[in-house]
């Protein structure tokens, strides 16, 4: 016989035919249609098929050259190719036409099935070919029993990831806690479950571990979002009342707009203990986005920190802290000279105040409140009313004003600059929303402290108006889409009524 006849003879024995076009269709269909290609799985389909392959050539030419060998070769390459052919209907399948379907079939579920009908095909198979199997079904009771002994962990593991699909108590995305691991599941394999921390690393639980274990699952409640609810301590002393601070902390998170803390529901604080020299306190909030957790807690630390500065509000010392530094009239008196000096030197760079003499610019020195503002604070809201001006040493913000219920941005604020001033000057309800971009130095204006400088002066009401006028029109340039030349020459007119405005909030004579 020769090779070429016994190459047709073997292929056709063997279905080494269907066995290459199982896998070539598998193949190219995954490749083509599969949202996600499993790469190891095609490998061992690949490794199988050599084997088949070289066992039919082997084969082939012990039939060609008179040998009885081929039969000896002929079984392991029947059932090396049924495997395959099982591997290449099974990767079409759960690969291309399920997923065209919606559905989704968890991997360890495809696996034992596979593995299941592989074995089934690869006794068939082996039978048809001739092998003796009685001998192995004599011996199977024995040698089950030696098999299920020495992998009892693995038959676990697999079990235990069977009953988790089933049961859907965990899904491949969820958070889970197991001991001290926290992680987001990204496998559920036969031996084990993958999670990804938030440290870039990957721990591999045994399925039967989870099993036996009391499982975490973070964010999830029965019909809410996947929130997990976030806790930030902070402490500060008796001097202030509790009411006051869980006030100022509530309003600072609800008004911060920050990217991942929920709105509904809406952020809280509690006071957690009560201590001789202070009381803890707790700020609590959802996080949306669960795999970023410390670094949404230290926005909200800052949100907090600049919320109790702006409200005279100190964070706790230790009662046990002893500081040396000798607190005399002379060093207060130094240190009021200098914040002085810092706060007159900011004015001298604002326009606002350009017409103010020296003394005057001190007066208001005087009574700026420093006001700092975290990033993502909102430092002022369109519609509220606010009779004060802010203004910026340090940082940006922007300004953003809603129409028709879509808020945009018009504008953005760099220190040195300040804002809020129709509100000082005139009462009128904020125009717009004003954003901290960066964390912000401010300082705040009162229509105090700014009411005893134009009564003292009533003729620096016109300057005010003059530079009023000219900052409206740059905003309604910018809102408009026109030139700011073109729109201070309409509002020309409006200065007058302006400056009436100034006069009569401030009880001004004409």
Not at 56 to 77: E, I, N, Q, T
Not at 132 to 140: E, H, M, P, Y
Not at 456 to 484: D, H, I, N, Q
Request: glycine share 8%.
């Amino acid at each position: 016989m020769g090779l070429w006849e016994a190459l047709g003879q073997e292929a056709a024995e063997g279905d080494t035919l269907w066995v290459l076009a199982g896998f070539l269709i598998s193949t190219v269909a995954s490749r083509a249609f599969a949202a996600k290609l499993q790469q190891p799985r095609f490998r061992s389909l690949g490794f199988l098929l050599v084997v088949h392959l070289v066992c039919w050539v082997v084969a082939a030419g012990s039939r060609a050259f008179g040998s009885d060998l081929y039969k000896d070769l002929r079984a392991p390459g029947i059932v090396a190719g049924a495997v395959v052919l099982v591997g290449s209907i099974a990767a079409v399948l759960f690969n291309v036409l399920l997923p065209r379907l919606r559905v989704e079939t968890p991997r360890i579920v495809q696996d034992v099935l596979v593995a299941i009908v592989s074995v089934v095909a690869g006794v068939a198979v082996a039978s048809r070919a001739g092998v003796n199997l009685s001998g192995l079904i004599a011996t199977s009771a024995v040698f089950t029993a030696v098999l299920g002994f020495s992998l009892q962990d693995v038959i676990g593991n697999v079990a235990g990831g069977l009953a988790l699909q089933v049961d859907h108590s965990i899904s491949v995305g969820d958070w889970v806690k197991v001991g001290d691991v926290t992680g987001k599941v990204t496998e559920i394999r036969w031996r084990y479950t993958a999670l990804e921390t938030r440290n870039w690393e990957t721990v591999l639980v045994p399925n039967a571990v989870l099993m036996k274990s009391n499982v975490q699952v973070i964010g999830r409640r029965q019909g809410q979002p996947k929130y997990q609810r976030r806790w930030v301590y902070f402490n500060v002393d008796w001097r202030y009342q509790p009411s006051d601070v869980i006030t100022c902390a509530v309003t600072a998170v609800k008004n911060a707009r920050l990217e991942r803390v929920a709105t509904e529901p809406p952020p809280s604080c509690v006071l957690m203990e009560m201590s001789e020299s202070y009381g803890r306190y707790a700020v609590r909030y959802h996080l949306t986005d669960l795999a970023i957790d410390d670094p949404t807690d230290s926005e909200v630390r800052t949100v907090v920190y600049f919320a109790l500065q702006r409200a005279g509000m100190q964070l706790s010392i230790p009662a046990h802290a002893v500081f040396l530094t000798e607190d005399s009239a002379d060093r207060r008196e130094v240190k009021s000279k200098r914040q002085l000096q810092r706060s007159v030197r900011l004015l001298d760079l604002l326009d606002l105040f350009d017409d103010l003499t020296a003394d005057e610019k001190l007066k208001l020195a005087e009574g700026l409140k420093h006001t700092p503002f975290a990033s993502g604070e909102v430092m002022t809201r369109q519609g509220a009313e606010a009779h004060w001006l802010y203004v910026m040493e340090e940082g940006a913000a922007s300004v953003r004003v809603a129409e028709g219920g879509i808020e945009r941005e018009v504008a953005t604020i760099h220190a040195p600059s300040f804002f809020g001033e129709m509100s000082l000057m005139t009462g009128e309800p904020r125009s717009a929303t004003v954003v901290a971009v960066t964390d912000t130095e401010c300082f705040r204006l009162e229509k105090s402290t700014f009411r005893d400088v134009l009564q003292a002066r009533p003729a620096l009401a016109e300057k005010l108006a003059e530079v009023l006028t000219r900052r409206r029109a740059e905003l309604l340039a910018v809102r408009e889409g026109v030139s700011a030349e073109a729109k201070l020459k309409q509002l020309r007119g409006s200065e007058t009524d302006l400056l009436e405005k100034i006069r009569g909030f401030f009880g001004l004579s004409g």
